[in-house]
């Protein structure tokens, strides 16, 4: 990242911040579509058939840079999109707050791994972040006296988005060389993999013919398609290059916010003291997390 205009600064932050608070809604249409008919991960699978056909002319046009990009960063992108289908059916089969936090765990799972795997040094911010990530957990999944793990398929697929995202930013960070536009497309095509993998094992495939309103399933799909995968993941993609990772990552929680009260306000979602607290040791954790190192003062 080079040096960047005001501007330019401003533009990236204001970026990052509108579309986390656009993916802050994103259950609302994963739900509507299920709820007319195209239920469980076939409408997620639907939404990432037309995301990869949008997309499909800027991949083409990127298939040079893609070509070049070591192996590394082509299978993080797709499991970068893996993680984001199992983040979508998530939220459809969970509550929204504790499925968005649950993702936002993924401090925990980037040190663990950049620590054993990667052979990065743990710093006292990383380990901060580790313990109160550890904590936030137990408290959120345990908060009603039962044993911490996940309960129920959401969950599951909330945590486990976490970790696979976890995995895929790391290879990104180190290995990636392509563009926005046709790294979005190769998130769209790991995510479509991904659900048509996934999805004939939780649902079976609903009778489209028999949909009662099409043209409003269609309006869904295609909506969320465009605005959700093709307009933010390129916008996402294109900010974090203009930003410093601390700044991403600090406001990339609006996303947090907004999830947490629209699930609260519209869903009639409630969390219990123990969550609040586990949810909230949880973003402290990724505050923690992107903290910027503190440079040694030279003697």
Do not use: N
């Amino acid at each position: 990242m080079g040096m960047e205009t005001p501007r330019t600064i401003f533009l990236a932050s204001l970026t990052i911040v509108g579309f986390g608070m656009l993916w802050g809604f994103y259950w609302l249409p994963l739900r509507q579509i299920d709820a007319l008919g195209l239920t469980g991960p076939w409408g997620t699978v639907a939404i990432m058939v037309i995301a990869v056909t949008v997309l499909a002319p800027w991949g083409w046009r990127g298939r040079h840079a893609l070509r070049r990009s070591h192996p590394m960063a082509v299978a993080s992108l797709i499991l970068g999109g893996c993680s984001l289908m199992f983040y979508s059916l998530g939220l459809l089969y969970g509550r929204v707050a504790i499925i968005v936090i649950l993702f936002y765990l993924t401090p925990i799972w980037s040190t663990l791994i950049g620590r054993y795997l990667m052979g990065w040094p743990i710093t006292g911010p990383r380990i901060a972040a580790l313990l109160a990530g550890v904590a936030g957990l137990v408290l959120m999944l345990g908060g009603d006296g039962e044993l911490p793990v996940p309960r129920g398929l959401g969950e599951w697929l909330g945590l486990t988005s976490g970790v696979c995202w976890a995995v895929a930013s790391i290879g990104i960070k180190v290995k990636a060389t392509a563009g926005p536009a046709e790294s979005t497309f190769l998130f769209a095509v790991g995510a479509l993999g991904g659900g048509l993998i996934l999805a004939p094992l939780v649902a079976p495939l609903p009778d489209i013919a028999a949909l009662p309103q099409p043209g409003a399933v269609a309006f869904w799909v295609v909506l969320s398609a465009i605005l959700w995968w093709a307009l933010s993941i390129v916008g996402l993609l294109w900010a974090t290059t203009k930003l410093e990772p601390a700044r991403v990552g600090i406001l990339m929680f609006s996303e947090v916010l907004v999830s947490v009260v629209s699930a609260s306000v519209i869903a009639g979602e409630v969390l219990s003291p123990g969550e609040w607290i586990g949810g909230s040791l949880v973003l402290i954790a990724g505050v923690l997390e992107f903290l910027p190192l503190r440079k040694p003062r030279p003697a």
